[in-house]
């Protein structure tokens, strides 16, 4: 059941509108990064957190990991360009073995009673990830003009944690890199090395915080959690 995960976090918020990054903003007195962190600190399964951040924030982020005792951050390491290149650069950081999750920081309400299932079924399987059926319906469109509308019930809205063997995950990294391929998950670049990738249902308030109206339902869930 051990695992490492892999945080990353070097990204901009560009489209939270905070002029800084979202991660640095609080929510319920803390912000969103630690609220993230906390969940594998307080997992006893996790072996190590291996944290992509802006090289420009490392002193803020040194000081909130010690002053919130998160110590299970092993390292920080510095983000890419896309984070696509922030998690291929903690890569190389990580014990070469064993289960790898990845998890976006921008992902605070993660069920810790997923964690086990998902990490079963990267053992059992190789990879596996969380999502969550689509709910909404989904058309294709050419410009505004709608050409079709897909089935939804085989669709899935995909969050993180996404758990694979590190073997696997590097495989598809490397191979992504090689190929200039990005995609916007891991699950993406492994499926282009032909491995089979199990679905485990998550939760909805799984919700990763993008744009300002996100604040307010992060809001909510805390709120209920509280009840
Ligand atoms: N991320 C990263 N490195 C990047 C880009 C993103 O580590 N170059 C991280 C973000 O910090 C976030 C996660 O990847 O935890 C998911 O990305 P997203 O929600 O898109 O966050 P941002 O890229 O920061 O936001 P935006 O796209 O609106 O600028
Ligand atoms: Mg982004």
């Not at 969940?39 to 951040?53: M, P, R, S, T, Y």
């Not at 990580?94 to 079924?121: Q, T, W």
Request: proline fraction near 4%; include cysteine; glycine fraction near 6%.
């Amino acid at each position: 059941m051990a695992y490492q995960v892999i945080i990353p976090a070097a990204g901009q918020g560009k489209r939270m509108e905070a002029g800084k990054n979202k991660l640095l903003l609080e929510i319920n007195d803390l912000p969103i990064l630690i609220h993230t962190l906390n969940v594998f600190q307080n997992d006893e399964a996790c072996n190590g957190i291996f944290l992509a951040i802006n090289p420009q924030e490392e002193q803020e982020l040194r000081e909130m990991i010690e002053s919130n005792q998160l110590t299970k951050v092993i390292a920080l390491v510095p983000g890419g360009k896309e984070r696509q290149y922030s998690i291929y650069n903690a890569l190389k950081h990580i014990e070469k073995e064993g289960i790898i999750l990845v998890h976006d920081a921008a992902r605070p309400f993660i069920d810790k009673g997923l964690l086990h299932p998902l990490i079963k079924a990267a053992e059992k399987e190789g990879a596996a990830i969380l999502a969550v059926p689509v709910k909404d319906t989904i058309k294709k469109a050419s410009g505004t003009i709608v050409t079709e509308t897909v089935e939804r019930s085989s669709l899935w809205a995909v969050q993180t944690p996404q758990a694979f063997r590190f073997s696997i995950l590097i495989e598809a990294y490397n191979k992504a890199e090689e190929d200039g391929f990005l995609g916007t998950d891991d699950a993406s670049l492994v499926e282009r090395i032909d491995q089979e990738i199990v679905i485990v249902q998550g939760n909805y308030d799984n919700i990763k915080l993008t744009t300002p109206e996100d604040l307010y339902f992060a809001e909510a869930i805390i709120k209920k959690r509280k009840d």
